[in-house]
């Protein structure tokens, strides 16, 4: 077993339970539909969360010959993977039909979300970048800032377009780096 292998199946484990927390949100809420107003910030907002908490799986893969296997990294996993499943179990009510109004809900919670969000995010930078320097380019630094600086505007924003335009606009970044790689990988065989 690789250093790789024993770190991640801790961290999997645990990013794993934060995608079921938001799916099992948008199942129970789906379930419901009719009796609430769904809305489109809460979903957006679930969307958000499954697509980052995979762009960290991501991150997680291309780091991993450079993993050590130590109770630090552990610890530092088990904050991050925390943080992300603190952040995803705030997306969906636990009893959406207390809620009749999922917007409402977002809006309540959102920053509680998108603070973890980027509390998680910005622990993952530091962890990926700091003991590597030649990874800071100019590309990566503004990406990243842009992206920490989006969801901190989601965060604080008040009204619900503003932070509808931040979430779509951070998938609509996530969707084009992965529509990158599909293309790298279709056009290297």
Same mark, same amino acid.
């Given at each position: ?78 904050? &991050? ?74 965060? &604080? ?33």
């Amino acid at each position: 077993m690789s250093a790789f292998e024993f770190c991640f199946s801790l961290f999997g484990l645990l990013l794993g339970f934060s995608l079921v927390e938001v799916l099992a949100g948008l199942v129970k809420t789906v379930k419901l539909r009719g009796t609430v107003r769904i809305g489109w910030l809460t979903p957006l907002l679930g969307l958000f969360v499954m697509v980052d908490l995979t762009s960290f799986w991501n991150v997680a893969w291309s780091v991993r010959d450079g993993m050590p296997a130590s109770f630090s990294v552990l610890l530092l996993g088990l904050l &991050i993977c925390g943080v992300y499943y603190f952040a995803a179990s705030m997306v969906f009510p636990d009893k959406p039909e207390d809620w009749p109004d999922f917007d409402l809900w977002a809006e309540r919670h959102k920053r509680q979300v998108m603070s973890g969000i980027l509390a998680a995010n910005v622990l993952a930078t530091l962890a990926v970048l700091a003991p590597q320097p030649d990874r800071w380019s100019l590309y990566v630094l503004v990406t990243n800032c842009w992206l920490l600086g989006l969801m901190a505007v989601a965060a &604080i924003a008040r009204p619900r377009w503003v932070t509808g335009v931040t979430l779509g606009a951070m998938l609509a970044f996530y969707f084009y780096t992965a529509g990158i790689d599909a293309y790298a990988v279709l056009h290297a065989r």
